[in-house]
Each structure stands twice: as structure tokens, then as C-alpha cells.
């Protein structure tokens, strides 16, 4: 089976691991210091700071930045649920507004759509390693006083315009999770140029202490730390990125160049000034006689691993709408009845698309095998 998740891990990372253990430092410490360097460096960050995973990455983000019980965040409900749940750990409001039918990403005449007084932040995310049209919505952002909270958990060595995605706004949020083009394990990370945003997030981060250190602790906090350990297995990770990346690339332009002329397939559009940075290439049928399911099954047959991965958007799980009747939250904050929330493109597209292996540990010759299955599926 040619695998859509297969991290590139081997002798580096085993070694890097035994030289944490045998420094018996395994808490955060100073290799976790040399991750956070070197990811400044690749991203072109002033500040980078590590954390558990993606998810506490942003709540951290989200909550350093001021956003309050009762404030609206606008966001895509085409993406992992950790975008919008973050989001709810504030008291916060996720606002859904739908996606782009061709980039996938967050439709930035739909988010102005949603803007109310209550609005205090966008929280776009670059899905699939896809960048978001940022000039649009950082001139959305400037016209109604509005922050932009990047959720670059899925774009390692994505760029719009030359920028580093979750360098564009205010502050950028990032993932290492297992399946992610930088790979921890679990892990996360938080980057900004703002000093004093930085400040705020290292002292939440470390339940409420001071940034200084000792046992003073400023604010209730929480414990959102990595170990030296997961931040090992990342220091060996950064220095294969460049190649992985170029891997992953090279893979997805395969796709691109030799299907393009196939009747009924589509991949995501990439805006002009944008860099895709392929942690997902993400096919989708336009055929109605072709579901996607049997898409699936197709590919699985022929040893090439697919699945879909958003087909329900965040606003129509269960845990949405529903919340009003069992969030905590919800005691003091109204928020709205998701049941009724409609964002057709966003639907569509999660119903129609499915996953196409291009991790580095795909071959060229894999992907000859997968341009053939596709094209015999589709015709």
C-alpha cells in the first residue's frame, strides 16, 4: 500500500533521542531552545515559541491576543475542528464563513459578509499547506480594526507573496503532529515579531509564571510546555525539511503536469503570488456519476492508499450543534444554532474530495502507478 502519511524518521532521530536521554534533561531545555532558533530562521520569524501541540498552540495564541468571552472570530468550517474548538476554550464565538470552490480556503468576500460589532479577529487557515488570499483579508482586517490569527498548523514551507505562512498577521500558529511536513510526534509552535505578544504567550504557556522564571505566577495559566524529547526528534526533522519539501513538491507536480487534461478531476488552485506547500494533495471528482466513495475504493484496490478527511464540516458535528444545550460556556455566553448554519461551497467540497499520496516516502514510480489508477478511475 503507498501510504498518505509515512514519516521520514530513522538513525538522526533515534540517536538525537538517546543523546536526550543520557543528558537525563528531558524536560523543556536547551534543545527545545535550539528548535525554536532554527524554526525562526526557516519561517523568518524575530520569536518562535514551542508548545504540547497545534491546538494549544492557537488557544494560547488566541487568548494572548485578547480575545474574550462573547468576541466573534471568523473562520473556515472546512478544516480539523481544533481551529473552531480553540476558538470555544476562550468564551470566544467561531463565525463560519464558507470556502473558495477552487482553493479550498476561506472565501474573504464571505468574511466580510460575517463581520459585526462583536468581530475582534479572522482566523484563516492555509488548508492542506494551500496559502489564503492574505492580501484581501489583511485589507479586511485593517478597513474593520480586526486582528489576523493565522492558523498555519497544516503550511510548513507554504508562502504568500515571499512571506512564510503565520508570519502575515499578527501572530501564526503551527502543528508537528505525526502526519505534518515537520513531524514531532505531537508538538506545536507559535511564532510573531511582537515582543511583547511573545512575553504574554511564554508566561500563559508556563502557568502563569514569569517569564524571568521562580515561582511567580502573574496570570492563570496553563502547563502547554514540550519536552526535549519531541523537540530532538524536530532539530533532525528541520534539517531534513528542505528535501522532504522538495520531495513533496516534486510528487504534487506530477499530479498537476499529467492530469491535468483528465475530464472530471480537479486539485486545489493555487492563487498567483502563493507557494502550496503540499502537506496534502487533495484531488476532488466533479463527476456525478463517479462518487467520490467509489473513488476511494478504486485506489485502495489498486494499493494506493486515500481517504477523505473533512466531509463534515465543524458546524455540523454534533458537538456544534448541540452546544448550547451542554458547553459550560454556554451558561454565559449565547452562541448561535449551528444546526442552521449553511455554507454550501464548504459542503460540496467535502464531499467531493478525497486524499492522494505525496509524502516523501512516495517514489516517482509510485506516482506513475497513481497517475495511471487515476486515470483509468476517471475514465
Known amino acids: 500500500m503507498i501510504k498518505f502519511v509515512d514519516p521520514q524518521v530513522g538513525k538522526e532521530e533515534k540517536e538525537a533521542l538517546n543523546a536526550v536521554i543520557d543528558s537525563k534533561?528531558?524536560?523543556?531545555?536547551?534543545?527545545?531552545?535550539?528548535?525554536?532558533?532554527?524554526?525562526?530562521?526557516?519561517?523568518?520569524?524575530?520569536?518562535?515559541?514551542?508548545?504540547?501541540?497545534?491546538?494549544?498552540?492557537?488557544?494560547?495564541?488566541?487568548?494572548?491576543?485578547?480575545?474574550?468571552?462573547?468576541d466573534e472570530v471568523i473562520t473556515t468550517p472546512f478544516t480539523f475542528i481544533a481551529s473552531s474548538n480553540s476558538i470555544l476554550f476562550n468564551g470566544a464565538i467561531p463565525i463560519f464563513a464558507d470556502i473558495d470552490p477552487e482553493t479550498y480556503n476561506i472565501d474573504p468576500e464571505k468574511v466580510e459578509e460575517k463581520i459585526t460589532k462583536k468581530t475582534k479577529a479572522i482566523l484563516p487557515v492555509h488548508i492542506f499547506g494551500n496559502p489564503c488570499d492574505m492580501k484581501a483579508l489583511k485589507d479586511i482586517a485593517t478597513d474593520h480594526d480586526l486582528l489576523i490569527l493565522e492558523d498555519a498548523c497544516q503550511s510548513h514551507g507554504s508562502y504568500f507573496d515571499g512571506k512564510h505562512t503565520g508570519t502575515i498577521g499578527e501572530v501564526g500558529c503551527f502543528s508537528f503532529y505525526a502526519s505534518k511536513n515537520l513531524p514531532f510526534g505531537e508538538g506545536g509552535a507559535i511564532v510573531t515579531d511582537n515582543e511583547e505578544l511573545k512575553d504574554e504567550i511564554l508566561c500563559l504557556r508556563n502557568h502563569g509564571r514569569t517569564p524571568k522564571g521562580g515561582y511567580f505566577h502573574t496570570k492563570i495559566g496553563y502547563n502547554y510546555r514540550t519536552t526535549n524529547i519531541h523537540a530532538a526528534i524536530g532539530v533532525e526533522q528541520m534539517k531534513k525539511l528542505?528535501?522532504?519539501?522538495?520531495?513533496?513538491?516534486?510528487n504534487a507536480y506530477i499530479l498537476l503536469k499529467e492530469l491535468s487534461d483528465l475530464d472530471g478531476f480537479a486539485m486545489q488552485k493555487i492563487y498567483d503570488k502563493a507557494q502550496h506547500g503540499w502537506y496534502i494533495a487533495a484531488g476532488r471528482t466533479d463527476k456525478k456519476e463517479l462518487p467520490v466513495t467509489k473513488v476511494i475504493e478504486e485506489l485502495k484496490a489498486n494499493n494506493i492508499g486515500s481517504r477523505?478527511?473533512?466531509?463534515?464540516?465543524?458546524?455540523?458535528?454534533?458537538?456544534?450543534?448541540d452546544i448550547n444545550n451542554y458547553y459550560y460556556w454556554s451558561e454565559f455566553i449565547k452562541f448561535p444554532d449551528y444546526s442552521k448554519v449553511s455554507c454550501p461551497v464548504a459542503e460540496r467540497v467535502g464531499k467531493d474530495h478525497f486524499q492522494i499520496p505525496i509524502n516523501p516516502g512516495v517514489s516517482e514510480e509510485d506516482m506513475q502507478h497513481i497517475v495511471a489508477t487515476l486515470r483509468k478511475i476517471f475514465s
Open 25 to 70: 534533561y528531558l524536560a523543556e531545555g536547551p534543545v527545545a531552545r535550539d528548535f525554536e532558533k532554527r524554526f525562526c530562521e526557516f519561517v523568518g520569524s524575530k520569536y518562535t515559541v514551542v508548545t504540547s501541540n497545534g491546538t494549544t498552540a492557537l488557544h494560547l495564541a488566541l487568548e494572548a491576543s485578547g480575545i474574550k468571552p462573547g
Open 308 to 321: 477523505q478527511i473533512y466531509n463534515v464540516p465543524s458546524y455540523k458535528q454534533p458537538a456544534y450543534t
Open 242 to 250: 528542505p528535501a522532504m519539501l522538495e520531495a513533496r513538491k516534486r
